[in-house]
């Protein structure tokens, strides 16, 4: 195959990024458009909350691709998050290459409740049914990429890098912090590590993400707070000194699981995650993860924890076996999601008989 890789290439903690290289690894004659320079417009964000589309990003985006496909003339077009991709521009990538494989991978949700993105999918949404595959994250999006004429969708999510998460080359880290998480504050996420602290009586804990400078806890715990992205060549050890590592998944995106989960379970940490039927089908609760339903339960496992360190060692081993018999790595998946790919370019090639 010869691939095309349409998307924003520029920092390599985003998945973005990281799907160019994995796949530029597996297949090295693959060729890339970076869109990164290209944007939204910021202003519309921080005024009115709205997403909106440069019309001359969509112009120099167009002319950008068009130029590449005719240089390359690849026969799959990988488009990651798409949304200064018009119609008008797949239609003509069809003109030229009538047999081009075009895909759209995202994560993110068209559909769900976050009324302030609404202006950004527009584009994409009306493309739905230009593409031959869409890889997705969550069921509810089958029904809703079907409904707007999706030809084919297929479940995808990034996994963990194995470059950066992967278990101690010997003994485990001292287990010093009763809970840690990296996410954004947002979807009442103040108020749940409010609450749970209260609940635990403790200082013992790190939290990293966006937006956590506006959240109270912030300024009442000090340090133990980082409002920003940490590397994530720092991440595995903060997993893994941590009785238990928690993951949230959006709500207002009305996501099933987190992505961290990948990354806890890989490093061997003990996943404490919403129960749900995503992650009880990814790991074993129990077993290779724990789950809750409220932000009690999610104190009394932590505890528990922490009153018999072995139950949760335990969990963490059995997590990166799991990792590993699952599939769950970033390589892993961008393998699986190319050999989806490849069925159905040669679908398209004529027969032999």
Known sequence: ?????????????????????????????????????????????????????????????????????GEYRPSVIWFEKPLLITSATLVEIRRLLPDVTLVCRQDDNPFGLRLHEQGMWKYLVEAIPLYDLHLIKRQMD???????????????????????????????????LLFSFIGGNFDGRSKFF?????????????????????????????????????????????????????????????????????????SGGVLLAPRSKTHSALFAEGKEALFFDNVKECAEIIMG??????????????AVDRSKIGGYSLDDRISHALNEIAEIVNEKLPSQH
């Open 194 to 266: 409010s609450d749970l602290i209260k609940l635990l009586k403790t200082d013992k804990f790190f939290i990293a993400g966006q937006r956590w400078n506006r959240s109270p806890l912030f300024f009442r715990f000090r340090g133990l707070i980082k409002s920003g992205w940490i590397a994530e060549s720092k991440m595995s050890e903060i997993y893994q000194r941590s009785h238990a590592c928690i993951g949230l998944f959006s709500t207002s995106n009305q996501d099933e699981f987190t992505g961290r989960a990948f990354q806890v379970a890989a």
């Open 305 to 318: 924890l922490v009153n018999d360190s072995e139950v949760g060692m335990r969990i963490g081993k059995r």
């Open 142 to 176: 089958v029904d809703n990429f079907s409904e707007r004429g999706a030809r084919k969708t297929s479940f995808f999510y990034t996994g963990f890098d194995a470059n950066f998460f992967a278990p101690p080359v010997g003994e485990y880290p001292e287990k010093n």
């Open 1 to 69: 195959m010869k691939i095309l890789y349409v998307g924003n290439i520029d920092d390599l903690q985003q998945n973005s990024t990281k799907h160019w290289i994995s796949i530029k690894t597996k297949l090295p004659g693959a060729a890339s458009v970076n869109l990164s320079d290209l944007g939204l417009r910021r202003w519309w964000f921080k005024y009115f909350g709205v997403g909106q589309i440069s019309k001359k990003n969509l112009l120099l985006a167009s002319d950008r691709v068009l130029k590449k496909v």
